[in-house]
């Protein structure tokens, strides 16, 4: 049986007279398909492994902020992951149709929404100490694509940059429950109302500066520096600390 009869056996048994399609695009490394079942749709990912955690998150987020509901999390073959399918686009499909000054404030808006959560004994946890762990294994095994780093650090040997990783590393943590991959393409807005966070799966208790961090990059990346003060204020961030952003940008490098 192959792995496409394999899927289907597996909704064969959850759903009847569906439909299902793939979904090209995504930054992400799971297979993505859409389900249509009597009116509704599902998105479906498949992956080899690591779905397990964001199922989790998204199921202790349920009821505190907009997420996707959870149809079933399955784990036999490869791990599947349906959930409903939310109205709207990422915040990334705007860029281009709206105001930069109407996207940046949404995007501070709403993680500041995810990061007004408490965490609670039942939270998934962000260990900085194993993401910097598996940052050196990455390295001393040659899993680093570096076209994918940001254009200054692409002339530089991986082993250096993991070297300043470790001169940068904070000693104070801000913790929140953290989306872990907070950037346009991950949050779902329709039209100005937040239809929900998606691609969780390295979300988590950590340092609310993984967040503050990618999102800086990704607003400097598409519109430039000077969206981040509006950003900042609309988060409620005063007292801004430079060095942090620069660890958790530089640690993404490594995945």
Known sequence: MDMNEYIKKVLDNRFS???ISGIQGGNTEANLFR?????ESYILKTQ???LKHEYLNYKWLEGKVPVPKVKFYYSGKCEMLCMSELAGNTLEYYINKADPREIVILYAAALKLLHSVAPDKLALRQDLKNRIAKA???VENHLIDILSMQYENQSVEPSKLFAKLISLTPEMAYP?????????DNIIF???ILSGFIDMGNGGVGDKYQDIALASRNITDFFGNEYLPLFYEHYGLED????????YILLDEFF
Do not use: L
């Open 240 to 247: 801004i600390n430079k060095e942090k952003i620069d660890f």
């Open 35 to 39: 389900i249509s079942c009597r009116n």
């Open 17 to 19: 007279n569906y439909s």
């Open 190 to 192: 329709n039209g100005k």
């Open 176 to 184: 929140v429950f953290t989306h872990g991959d907070y950037c346009f």
């Open 48 to 50: 080899n492994s690591g």
């Open 136 to 138: 050196k294994y990455n």
